[in-house]
């Protein structure tokens, strides 16, 4: 109760502190928030690339189709002898229920298309993944010696193209790491270098502090919560803005890239990717703030 | 018994390359209760001494001892500790210019997590006994000078620290206003709380009834001079402390 009471009253004075140099605040807030900005905007065309690869079912590697007549056992013996093979890394069996399923969540809102097809028009299939080692050779090898099974109708494998697109989507997580790290090493910076201000500006009432029993940590919380105050409001103010931008721009993007999207919609940050970017744009603020105290701030 | 001790203490500080001596191997044993005058000209080591005792500053040489404790042996986590069991007043004041006389007053409470309505009695009744009104509203500093040094001296107090160390209270004061803040002191030190009063004003010796005057010289102490008021409290603690062994 006690500590929750410290932590009252420095949460307080935190905000006070703050409320003493708006513009230094605003400027700082802005500032970070621009550089969260580049970075959500980089995460939000990735986990969009990737849905859209998803949905296109470029990330399977080889897929068997099974012929209409065949046993459920005998094609679930057969996904158990694939994934046996070192190579793969797993092996997964795809009733029609489950791909009949799969096809409406993919077609979202335009799932009424769907309207009169039966389970049994889909085809029995195996899905097989295989790990980063494997070559082109071996998919090709794997291909050529399924088609000799007899239960085996068709198997598909992702061409050149595929691999590139992967290869794109992960040039774009690289992007996405840089600029991720970019972005820590600027809030940071940022946020030291005004709460570093702060306590200057604010160095009679660190001593007033010092004076009458504060710890270390009760004369530097108000300004840890300082910098956590202003990591949270650059990620709610760019996320804002990135929604904002979202919303205006995916009906276009929607239209425009109808063809690309037959597998689902553009989509923005879930509530849970908020949350962890405000938590991260608090983060850099905490650590910003804590490297300067621990610098300027004596006890 | 000494509550506060200073032995062989020398602090030196370096001032454009040059080390200038502020205390050089000063002794000096305060009893419990006391009323000690440290006087001095302007640079005699009268603010090092006390902010020595605060461990603001660390000493070259020597300890320092409150309450048989060395101060400079404490951990950083423990100073804190100690400057809660000493009040201090300055001269210019060091309060919070923009809270109200209730929320500086309030502050030592708030560092140890004292409730709400805890921090507001106890603030009140200590600035009730400052003689100053306790529903001001106004930001210190909007009041005038010996206002404000009331003020000060009822955030020393709010914690009834054991010792009250006061460094030029009244410098910034007009004659009548002086004598309102020594008149507290001595009041405080009528209540048990020891005083350490540094002052270069020669006219406080002849208005507080002290017991001890040490006079400070260019970093030495050039005289320890006790009173016959010390006697006397020293009889007094001896015979309190001689009835609660009895008891």
Redesign the interface.
């Known amino acids: 109760m006690r500590g929750l009471r410290t932590f009252g009253y420095v949460f307080v004075r935190g905000v006070a502190g703050m409320r003493q140099s708006p513009l230094v605040q605003t400027v700082a807030v802005l500032t970070m928030a621009v550089c969260i900005l580049l970075l959500g905007t980089a995460s939000l065309l990735l986990i969009n690339a990737q849905g859209i690869v998803e949905g296109w079912g470029v990330d399977v590697p080889l897929t068997v189709y099974l012929n209409e007549e065949v046993a459920e056992e005998d094609a679930r013996a057969l996904t158990e002898r694939i994934e046996g093979l070192p190579e793969v890394t797993q092996a997964e069996f795809i009733a029609p229920e489950v791909a009949l399923e799969r096809l409406q969540e993919g077609l979202g809102s335009s799932a009424s298309v769907l309207d009169g097809v039966e389970v049994q028009m889909l085809p029995t299939s195996i899905e097989v993944y295989t790990g980063a080692a494997s070559d082109d050779e071996f998919l090709v090898a794997l291909a050529g010696r399924l088609r000799d099974v007899k239960i085996v109708e068709e198997v598909a494998t992702v061409g050149a193209w595929a691999k590139a697109l992967h290869e794109g989507i992960d040039a774009l997580k690289s992007v996405a790491i840089a600029l991720g790290l970019l972005v820590a090493f600027a809030c940071v910076a940022i946020s030291w270098s005004t709460i570093r201000l702060a306590v200057f500006a604010r160095r009679s009432e660190v001593e007033i502090l010092r004076l009458v029993g504060g710890t270390r940590r009760f004369v530097r919380a108000p300004f840890v919560i300082e910098g956590a105050i202003q990591g949270v409001l650059g990620a709610a103010f760019a996320i804002t803005l990135l929604a904002f931008a979202f919303h205006s721009l995916a009906p276009h993007l929607e239209r425009g890239l109808s063809l690309f999207l037959v597998a689902g919609a553009v989509r923005f940050f879930s509530m849970h990717e908020i949350i962890l970017a405000m938590s991260f744009g608090a983060l850099l603020g905490v650590i910003g703030a804590r490297i300067a105290v621990a610098r300027y701030v004596e006890i | 018994m000494s509550i506060l001790e200073l032995i062989d203490v020398r602090k030196t500080f370096i001032a454009h390359t040059r080390a200038q001596v502020a205390l050089d191997g000063v002794s000096v044993s305060i009893e419990r209760g006391e009323f000690a005058l440290l006087m001095g000209p302007s640079g005699a080591g009268k603010s090092t001494m006390l902010k020595l005792i605060?461990a603001?500053e660390r000493p070259d040489e020597g300890s320092i001892k409150v309450a048989d404790r060395d101060v400079h042996r404490l951990t950083?986590?423990s100073?804190?500790?100690?400057?809660?069991n000493l009040g201090?007043v300055f001269q210019d004041f060091?309060?919070?210019p923009e809270a109200t006389p209730e929320e500086n007053v309030g502050?030592?409470l708030?560092?140890?997590?004292?409730?709400?309505s805890e921090v507001r009695a106890r603030a009140r009744e200590v600035l009730l006994r400052m003689h100053l009104d306790p529903d001001l509203k106004r930001p210190v500093k909007t009041l005038s000078g010996g206002e404000q040094q009331r003020v000060a001296l009822a955030?020393a107090l709010v914690t009834d620290p054991p010792v009250l160390l006061a460094d030029e209270p009244t410098g910034n004061l007009d004659p009548d206003l002086s004598r309102d803040i020594l008149d507290h002191l001595v009041e405080i030190q009528s209540r048990g709380t020891t005083v350490l009063l540094a002052t270069h004003d020669p006219i406080v010796r002849s208005y507080v009834p002290v017991t001890r005057i040490l006079h400070l010289d260019n970093g030495h102490l050039i005289s320890d001079e006790v009173t016959p008021r010390l006697r006397a409290i020293s009889d007094q603690h001896d015979v309190a402390e001689s009835s609660a062994e009895v008891a």
Not at chain 2, 79 to 84: A, G, K, M, T, Y
Not at chain 2, 110 to 116: A, P, S
């Open positions: 605060l603001l950083a986590d100073v804190p500790f100690l400057r809660r201090a060091r309060l919070l502050l030592p708030r560092v140890v997590g004292v409730g709400n955030r």
